[in-house]
């Protein structure tokens, strides 16, 4: 949607090296951000540093384990971390609104649209979204990858016009960002620039996602038709500076804009219970330009147990996934349609997803 930007801002960006909050750096982009929203930008803000300032509260006495120790420091942090952000945006006379979420939550349909309901309606009456993940009980598989992920799927469900990625680095390297040979990628581009030669993948203390998964994301937002920069968080007025259009840091162009529920089903992967295996005719037809939706014809096999609605993977006949879809029929339907002319579609473009 024009003029609104979701903010990504990472645990290296917000703490110190002793792990304590950098309040001032805080207020810095809490200013910019009242400052983009002073020109009628809506802006949601996905931030990290929950677990970090809960660790600069308390020290645990009793032994815990890791999940045990991130739930606890996660739980006293949220605190601390929202009570900044709220007397920051207080003295701008802005309020700020907390909403935590997991990874289930992006997967069932019903909570999906209700989560983006809450948004819109923060948004809409001109309140900043503060979103983080519920670490306190996001755990194992219910975690996102890192805050990057859920600000790449906040981004679609909101269909921004723009995602910054804040980090302590200025962009994306083409190689070790500690080699003087070294130098940011302005504008990222897949067909010149191969992430296994980022050789730089180092994780902070007070965060979990590296450069690579950066990456991931931005490709993600981008085939969604959002543009991604990935930043330094602690460049002076870096927030105006590429809202203004400056080249600073890393760009990823987006591609052509899906829909919402095309959004909801690009992020629903591990949430797919089959498969449909399609020949190569079919692979093609999918992949090219044209609109066409997969057609009982082009699959040669359909693997586990699925209903009617239900996210299917679309893989060609070497296992590759090439795209995700709503499955018009159940999968023992789907078997009988296999190789036949003439059929209604398994997967209609409209419910059709592609890499």
Partial sequence: MKNRICIKIGSNVLTQENGLPNEGLIKKIVLQIGELKSKGKQVILVSSGAVAAGRSLFKTVKKLDTVAERQLLASLGQVKLINIYTSLFKELNQLCAQVLVTKQDFKDRNHYLNMQNCLNALLSNDIIPIVNENDVISITELMFTDNDELA??????????????????????????????????????????????????????????????????????????????????????????????????????????????????????????????????????????????????????VVGDFMK?????????????????????????????????????????DHLYLH
């Fill in 309 to 349: 609605g239900d996210i299917v993977k679309i893989m060609d006949e070497n296992f590759n996934e090439i795209g995700l879809g709503l499955s018009r029929y159940n999968s023992k339907k789907a078997e009988t349609l296999i190789g036949l002319k003439n059929q209604k579609p398994i997967i209609h473009y």
């Fill in 152 to 301: 790449g799927l906040v981004s679609g469900m909101l269909d921004v016009e723009s995602l910054y990625i804040l980090t302590n680095v200025d962009g994306i390297y083409d190689g070790n960002p500690e080699h003087e040979t070294s130098s940011v990628i302005s504008e990222f581009d897949l067909k010149t620039h191969q992430l296994e030669k980022i050789t730089s993948n180092t994780k902070s203390n007070f965060g979990r996602g590296g450069i690579i998964t950066k990456c991931n994301t931005a490709l993600y937002v981008a085939g969604l038709g959002i543009p991604v920069v990935i930043a330094n968080g602690k460049t002076e007025h870096i927030l105006n500076r590429i809202a203004n259009g400056e080249k600073i840091g890393t760009t990823f162009k987006p591609k052509k804009r899906t829909s919402s529920l095309k959004k909801w089903i690009a992020h629903s992967q591990s949430n797919a219970k089959g498969q449909v295996i399609v020949n190569e005719g079919a692979k093609k037809s999918l992949v090219s330009e044209k609109v066409v939706s997969l057609l009982p014809i082009g699959v040669t096999k």
